[in-house]
Every structure is written in structure tokens, then in C-alpha cells.
């Protein structure tokens, strides 16, 4: 046990032996390895559910449109009548 200097509380120290480090090309096996391993856990929508994705996504950007579009004519509008310029 070894004691922590700030608050003088005890822990455990670590005895337990490092892993070597493994070469370059070990490393990127295990990384394809692990690539793999998660592209089997992705789950491809269906049909009816990339129709339905593509649609909220569809309405969601026409709807930010409409939002900025309106505020760009309401600070359009607000320059003008600030700066005294006709619309």
C-alpha cells in the first residue's frame, strides 16, 4: 500500500506486470481485426426505415430553411429601417 500525499489516503499500488508493446505490424492486424469485429455489430435500416430516416431529415432542413429565410428578411428589414435605406 502507498500512500496518496494530498489527502493522505491509501491505495493500492499496481504489482501487476505491463503488457509489452506490440510491433507495428501487429498492432495494425489487431486493428483490422477490431474494424471487422464492430462492422459485423452495424445494423443496415430497412427500406420502409431509410424512407422514413430521409424524410425527417428532408423536413427538418426544408423547416431550418424557412427559419433562416425568415430571418434574413426581418434583418434585411431591420438595416433598412436602421440605416434609412428603402426597401
Known amino acids: 500500500m ?3 500525499e494530498p489527502k493522505g489516503e491509501v491505495v493500492a ?7 509489452k508493446k506490440l510491433n ?3 498492432r495494425i492486424a489487431l486493428f ?8 459485423r455489430k452495424v ?10 430516416y430521409t ?3 428532408l423536413g427538418f432542413v426544408v423547416v431550418m430553411m ?11 428589414w431591420m438595416a433598412g429601417v436602421v440605416f434609412g435605406i428603402p426597401a
Open 66 to 76: 424557412a427559419i433562416v429565410y425568415g430571418l434574413d428578411l426581418l434583418f434585411t
Open 55 to 57: 424524410a425527417v431529415v
Open 32 to 39: 483490422i481485426r477490431q474494424v471487422f469485429a464492430e462492422l
Open 43 to 52: 445494423v443496415t435500416p430497412t427500406r420502409q426505415e431509410l424512407l422514413k
Open 2 to 4: 502507498v500512500q496518496d
Open 24 to 26: 507495428v505490424f501487429s
Open 13 to 19: 499500488s499496481s504489482s501487476a506486470p505491463r503488457e
